[in-house]
């Protein structure tokens, strides 16, 4: 195939600090996997500036292309699952971890990575989901099929300004649940109900509770996004027969917990990793995003975005300003 030259976000250490600029590289310099794509849209996430800013569990040599998440179409392929045309989308298992990402305009993947794109969601729409909305869509998954003692389950969402949070809130709401969401935000209350909040409460209310091992149970079901004390707390507020689905770790990687919410209560606490989703669950749930539970404000969770303003979104999510989703033009 003929080399070309495109251009990326490249992540540098030059030994004292990380630095992220636009690049030239060469299509030569990419893995040689099995498809070839042409990046239209990425969006950002947590982990892509973790990536970007350095941090090894994340990635491990650097100059590094970040980016978890690439929609696209198919400008090589030796796999007879995809021709040249396809429209893809790609999120999550290495790509933009050690293997150069989406923040390039031009990504090589092995073909078992690939989601053919569903009908009735394009690549932009596809992008506005991202990794971000496929977690929510499987943490709802989780819920939907669960078991509840009610007829009408309400449903807490922490960290509900975030991407994940965000989409969670948007999604159930859509599925007709009465959810509540949780931000120390309070600048963003309209924003959330435009999404479809039934409540808005502040973050404080569900963490800053007594120290007892079980609470008054007030949801049936939550989507925890940040981790740490917050989904301690939570646990020990959800109603016989509930599930919390957990997906984040911003307050921290440690659970201080008891047993009595799961013995008591029979609380089901259900891990989220869209990052090794099977690929059967994986496309079905896509599959869903592009039907039946595609926000019809789709368009309120995410900013768009020219990939040469991506540096300086880095710091931002870092520091817990991101509100909803920010969406990359790569065009």
């Not at 976000?9 to 299509?27: E, H, M, P, R």
């Amino acid at each position: 195939m003929v080399d070309k030259i495109y251009q990326a976000v490249v992540a540098y250490n030059d030994g004292s600090k990380f630095s992220q600029t636009i690049k030239d590289c060469s299509l030569s310099d990419l893995p040689d996997n099995d498809v070839l794509i042409r990046v239209h849209y990425s969006s950002l996430n947590y982990k892509d500036a973790l990536s970007a800013t350095g941090h090894k569990g994340i990635t491990k040599q650097y100059p590094f292309t970040p980016g978890i998440d690439a929609a696209g179409v198919v400008v090589y392929s030796r796999s007879t699952a995809f021709k040249e045309g396809d429209e893809v989308i790609v999120t999550s298992y290495d790509l933009g971890m050690n293997t150069p990402g989406g923040f390039g305009q031009y990504i090589s993947v092995p073909a078992d990575w690939i989601v053919p794109l569903p009908k009735n969601l394009s690549l932009k729409e596809s992008m506005m989901i991202g990794t971000s909305g496929l977690t929510a869509a499987i943490g709802a998954y989780k819920i939907m099929n669960h078991s509840f003692n009610s007829d009408n389950p309400n449903v807490l969402i922490t960290g509900a300004t975030g991407a994940v949070g965000s989409f969670s809130v948007a999604l159930l709401s859509h599925l007709d649940l009465h959810v509540t969401a949780a931000t120390g935000k309070n600048d963003q209350l309209d924003f959330l109900k435009t999404l479809g909040a039934s409540e808005v409460i502040n973050r404080d209310k569900v963490q800053n509770v007594e120290e007892h091992p079980l609470l008054t149970g007030k949801w049936s079901a939550a989507i925890d996004t940040v981790g740490g004390e917050m989904l301690a707390a939570v646990i020990r507020q959800i109603k016989h027969n509930g599930i919390v689905a957990c997906c984040g770790n911003v307050l921290g990687n440690q659970l201080q917990t008891n047993i009595l919410p799961f013995i008591l209560r029979g609380i089901t606490l259900a891990g989220i990793d869209s990052g090794i989703t099977l690929m059967e669950l994986r496309t079905k749930i896509w599959n869903r995003l592009a039907e039946d539970w595609k926000p019809v404000n789709l368009h309120k969770l995410s900013r768009e975005i020219s990939f040469f303003d991506l540096p300086d979104e880095f710091q931002k999510i870092l520091d817990g300003k991101q509100v909803g989703k920010v969406l990359i033009n790569l065009l």
